[in-house]
């Protein structure tokens, strides 16, 4: 049967709505919000919103990182019979004017004084924008309210007028609208119904096994629709508790007092995780790092017997015992059962590091357009296999086309694109298939493997293709490179970008023999750069020879969201970094 997302969230109310549903920090403390709390400000919200002028079917943009009020004008926005739209805290006053103008937005809920500066000097070009709300903080302008002004001016509105938008609401309507990241032009709004999202999250849930006493953490950028899954729409299905970190640079110290019961990070999060733990490893004794040799040699062997159903390798529990529950309890891991990684490809690397240590990540594939997970895979005998992204998520279908792009189809399948009927029509076809843009195959058990984006293949001037996501993979597991960007389309040979660990350019320059100390010195150092080039020859060796790197190139800092490299959540931006390094590029292609 096909529900609304209030129809949901009553149900969960009633069952649980004395249960804890939000945690978050103030003045140090953690402050709790049960489920019925919770409904109750929902409603007052969208009264609010209501009387600020919120019309049927236009937007409410939100601005801000991951915290209740988030959540809340999300909701009373799609109580109010209106579509919520986030928007990255990145983004520029030029990308929100952008947003708020395509997605008609009435009213725009903001983190602070920071984030509200942006729109006072767009205002003017937003003719539909009616009222601005800060989650934090007030300011004298007209139009510019406080969070705290939003109950009394709720009572402006009744609740049987709040009662007929939400009645009003069929399943099968828009209640969302995602703008994709960005990674060329302008964003695309993705229109995603109460339908996609109830059922979704009730398969997610279902699958993963989330019960109403599992606690998760909210940080990444709730923009995207993987963290509207896992920390909101998955927990709005089953009321369970989501605690919201205080930033991503404080994410240790509050994995460490949340100790999440599920934990989902992008490729880049688990790779600090496992820079920091690598570090901090090189600082044990002898004996210890003998021990943790060992350990992780069971803990391998261990996590691959474990994805065929065999019996633990002998020694593993005494592993366990010793070295994988202390690192589980030093992470905040230890009441944690799944471990997702999701948004794009992880290596291969990264994921034996973990696995290595009992910590099993399994990928989640998936994208806006299908409200998130196209496929699920979980850490159970025959339910995961490392460097694959699972089968299809349950009730659904995946297929891979004859020009290798993986197609879904499914009740998570979008509605389509925000008054882009052409691009809609480019992505759904007429069989109801979604067209992803990705490059895959899938094995003989229904298990996905994402190999690139079809956009992205390098075609080299020999005729080779040749998938970069793949390739930086290989590269990414020589321990002083942090980020490798391969570039080589209609080129004679392959070349890359890479970016050095910072926390690993001096113990490496010490085995080079290098007195480098920075990523610019060590780009300079005749030692430093030898000590590279065996490294990647190493690499080389193992891959067909077209795909080697001939040369390379070493940036002088890593490549970051500010930098305008990559997307909030960390994506590469393959168009700005061969725009922003055009010139270091074709140096490596000069006769």
């Known amino acids: 049967m096909k529900r609304t997302v209030m129809e949901v969230m009553g149900d969960t109310v009633a069952k649980h709505g004395a249960n804890i549903a939000l945690k978050a920090k103030r003045d140090g403390i953690w402050e709790a919000m049960t489920w019925r709390e919770y409904y109750h400000q ?27 009020q988030w959540f809340i004008s999300d909701l009373a926005a799609i109580f109010a019979g209106a579509i919520p739209g986030g928007i ?7 990308q929100c004017q952008y947003i708020a103008g395509h997605s008609e937005a009435n009213i725009v809920v903001v983190e602070n004084a920071e984030q509200l500066e942006k729109f006072k ?12 709300v800060m989650m934090s903080g007030s300011d004298d302008d007209e139009g510019v309210y406080a969070w705290e002004d939003l109950p009394p001016i709720a009572g402006k509105v009744s609740e049987s007028e709040l009662d007929e938008r939400m009645e009003f609401q069929e399943p099968d309507d828009c209640c969302t609208l995602i703008y994709t990241s960005g990674t060329t032009g302008n964003p695309k709004g993705v229109m995603i119904t109460h339908d996609n999202v109830t059922w979704t999250a009730g398969q997610a849930a279902s699958v993963t096994g989330i019960r109403p006493n599992d606690e998760l953490i909210s940080y990444l950028p709730l923009s995207h629709i993987a963290e509207q899954v896992v920390s909101l729409l998955v927990p709005l299905t089953v009321g369970c508790t989501t605690w919201f970190a205080e930033s991503l640079d404080q994410l240790g110290d509050n994995l460490r007092e949340v100790r999440p019961t599920m934990f989902v990070g992008v490729p880049r999060v688990w790779e600090k995780i496992q820079a920091k733990m690598v570090d901090a490893g090189a600082q ?45 309890e030093r992470l905040g891991f230890d009441r944690c059962r799944l471990f997702i990684a999701t948004a794009a490809p992880i290596s291969l690397d990264t994921q034996e590091f973990f696995m290595s240590l009992d910590i099993p990540i399994t990928e989640v594939y998936g994208m806006s357009e299908c409200t998130g997970p196209g496929t699920v895979s979980l850490p159970e005998p025959f339910k995961y ?3 694959w992204a699972g089968p299809a998520l349950a009730g659904t279908e995946i297929a891979v086309a004859e020009n290798g792009e993986v197609l879904m189809r499914g009740r998570h399948v979008f509605k389509g694109y925000f008054k882009n009927e052409e691009a809609t029509r480019a992505t759904i076809d007429t069989d109801g298939w979604l067209h992803s843009g990705d490059v895959g195959m899938i094995d003989d058990k ?12 390098i075609i ?43 926390t690993k350019i001096e113990p490496a320059a010490a085995e080079a023999g290098s007195t480098a100390v920075s990523a610019d010195e060590a780009a300079a150092c005749p030692q430093f750069r030898s000590y590279l080039q065996a490294r990647i020859d ?32 960390m994506k590469l931006k393959r168009r700005v970094v061969h725009s922003k390094y055009a010139q270091q590029i074709e140096s490596m292609y000069a006769a």
């Not at 990255?88 to 006053?93: A, G, V």
């Not at 000097?121 to 601005?132: C, F, M, N, S, Y």
């Not at 293709?465 to 389309?489: M, R």
């Open 42 to 68: 929902v409603k007052i919200t969208a009264r609010a919103f209501m009387a600020l002028g919120l019309e049927k079917g236009k937007a409410v943009n939100i601005l801000g990182n991951n915290c209740p």
């Open 88 to 94: 990255y805290t990145t983004s520029s006053p030029e």
């Open 121 to 132: 000097t767009i205002w003017p070009q937003l003719p539909e924008l009616k009222a601005v």
């Open 284 to 328: 044990n004794p002898w004996l210890k790092k003998k021990i943790a040799a060992w350990a992780r040699k069971k803990g391998l062997a261990n996590g691959y017997a474990r994805q065929e159903g065999q019996p633990p390798p002998s020694g593993f529990h005494l592993a366990r015992k010793l070295v994988f529950s202390k690192v589980r």
């Open 385 to 387: 296999r490392t460097g």
């Open 446 to 457: 229904g298990f996905l493997k994402i190999t690139d984006r079809m956009k992205e293949l």
């Open 460 to 502: 080299t001037a020999g005729g080779e293709n040749v998938p970069p996501q793949v390739l930086e993979g290989k590269y990414k597991a020589i321990p002083v490179l942090s980020q490798v960007v391969v570039v080589g389309d209609r080129r004679k040979h392959m070349a890359a970008l890479l970016t050095l660990d910072p």
């Open 538 to 569: 190493q690499v080389n060796a193992t891959l067909p020879r077209a795909w080697g790197i001939k040369k390379f190139v070493v940036l002088p800092e890593e490549l970051s969201i500010d930098g305008g490299e990559l997307t909030p959540t």
